[in-house]
C-alpha cells in the first residue's frame, strides 16, 4: 500500500454500527480482552472505546424500562404523545372559538344555517 493510501485511510472516519460498537465492548467486558488490545485491533482510540462505553452504560437503562402498558418507552411513543396532547388543546381552542363565533352571529342577528 502507498504512502498516499495510508495517510487517505487514517484520515478518514470510520463508521460503526451500534452493533458493531457492542460487539468491540464486549471483548473487552466480557471476554477479557485487554482495551489496548481491542484498540489496535479494531483501529480505534482508547479514548473512543472508553466513550462508547460510558455511553453504553449511560443508556442502558433504555433496555430494560417498561412503560405501564409492559412496552419499552421509546422517544416516539414520547413524541406521539406530546403531538396527541397538543391536538387536543388546538380542538378545544377552535371549539371555543367557533362558540363564540356563534354567539357573535346571534347577536348580530345573523342566520347560524
Not at 9 to 28: D, T
Not at 64 to 71: E, I, N, P, Q, V
Not at 85 to 95: G, S, T
Request: aromatic share 6%; charged share 30%.
Amino acid at each position: 500500500m502507498s504512502n498516499d493510501n495510508k495517510q487517505n485511510e487514517a484520515n478518514q472516519r470510520r463508521q460503526f454500527s451500534p452493533e458493531q460498537k457492542i460487539k468491540i465492548l464486549r471483548q473487552h467486558l466480557l471476554e477479557k480482552v485487554p482495551i489496548s488490545e481491542v484498540c489496535e485491533k479494531q483501529r480505534i482510540t482508547p479514548t473512543q472505546f472508553y466513550q462508547w462505553q460510558k455511553t453504553f452504560f449511560e443508556n442502558g437503562a433504555a433496555a430494560f424500562a417498561k412503560t405501564a402498558g409492559g412496552r419499552a418507552n421509546s422517544q416516539a411513543e414520547q413524541r406521539l404523545t406530546k403531538l396527541e396532547d397538543k391536538l387536543q388543546r388546538k380542538d378545544e381552542v377552535i371549539a371555543e372559538i367557533m362558540a363564540e363565533h356563534i354567539l357573535l352571529k346571534k347577536s348580530l342577528g345573523e342566520s347560524c344555517a
